[in-house]
């Protein structure tokens, strides 16, 4: 009788458990559902009134309409701006991390924590400054110019994570490798790197994330249509008629946008949550 009690008490707590998920799973996706039904709208539909909840026809309008704006050139910008500020962003953080956590030098304390205060300062209250240096370098109308801006986001974030990681690493294990005859290089690579993998995904996920998504300085620093990201071109395309909104196009560049950001949270996410985590116990 003890044991069908305790698993009818399991049973009532796992359902109570799933059934809870699930309505928060619903909650969150049916807004992402929604939009992307909605994206196959024609736009006559779109502009009946009262508003239709669901397309009465599928049609690939709104997405023809993007693929003739240029829209995969776009893309294919973001993807750049995306990919450089990744590697960067994550080679400095790794290096950087790992140098504040395992070296000891004067003012390193001072150094992080200037690092660190940059995140406090305003972005718009140095686009002058920045743009004055990206013009002088050539480097306005560029991948490579928005790769240095948006590294220069990421990294403050990125080397406070990797510094946690590592030093939740124990020290005897860097200590082992060097005495095998590991240098400093090689233990960073072959020893140290593969035990922060999670931290790394995570620095390299935000970074993907900020470059993606990132509006106001693809705006400032990029002035031809050429060199537009996703962003700013949608932000250019959603404008209709008379200045109204074509949200059959806004809708439809909301779906492009987001699915790269989904597919890759969802395969690294198991290193992000952990990254945020590593560094929080200690032993």
Not at 45 to 61: G, I, K, M, N, R
Not at 103 to 114: A, I
Not at 209 to 220: P, R, V, Y
Not at 228 to 241: D, K, R
Request: hydrophobic content about 55%; aromatic content about 14%.
């Amino acid at each position: 009788m003890a044991r069908t009690r305790s698993i009818s008490r399991g049973f009532f707590r796992s359902a109570t458990f799933y059934i809870c998920a699930g309505i928060l799973a619903i909650l969150f996706i049916s807004p992402l559902a929604w939009l992307f039904l909605s994206s196959f709208k024609t736009s006559a539909e779109f502009a009946q009134v009262p508003p239709t909840f669901l397309p009465h026809s599928f049609s690939t309008e709104n997405y023809q309409s993007l693929a003739d704006a240029g829209i995969w050139g776009y893309v294919l910008n973001s993807i750049g701006a995306s990919i450089g500020t990744v590697l960067l962003a994550t080679v400095l953080s790794v290096l950087a991390g790992y140098g504040f956590s395992r070296f000891r030098f004067p003012g390193s304390s001072v150094l992080f924590v200037l690092l660190l205060s940059t995140l406090m300062i305003p972005f718009q209250s140095i686009i002058p400054a920045l743009y004055a240096i990206l013009s002088g370098a050539h480097l306005t109308n560029t991948i490579l110019g928005l790769v240095l801006v948006y590294t220069s986001f990421v990294l403050p974030f990125g080397v406070f994570t990797m510094r946690a990681a590592f030093q939740a690493i124990p020290l005897g294990i860097e200590e082992a490798a060097i005495m095998d005859g590991a240098s400093t290089f090689t233990t960073l690579r072959s020893v140290m790197a593969p035990m922060v993998v999670p931290g790394i995904a995570t620095v390299a996920i935000y970074a993907f994330f900020n470059a993606w998504n990132e509006f106001l300085a693809a705006l400032i620093f990029t002035t031809r249509q050429e060199s537009f990201t996703l962003p700013v071109a949608l932000a250019n395309l959603q404008s209709g008629a008379f200045g109204t909104l074509d949200w059959g196009v806004l809708e439809s560049g909301a779906i492009v946008s987001a699915v790269p950001c989904i597919i890759v949270f969802l395969l690294l996410q198991r290193y992000y949550v952990a990254g945020l985590t590593a560094g929080a116990v200690k032993e």
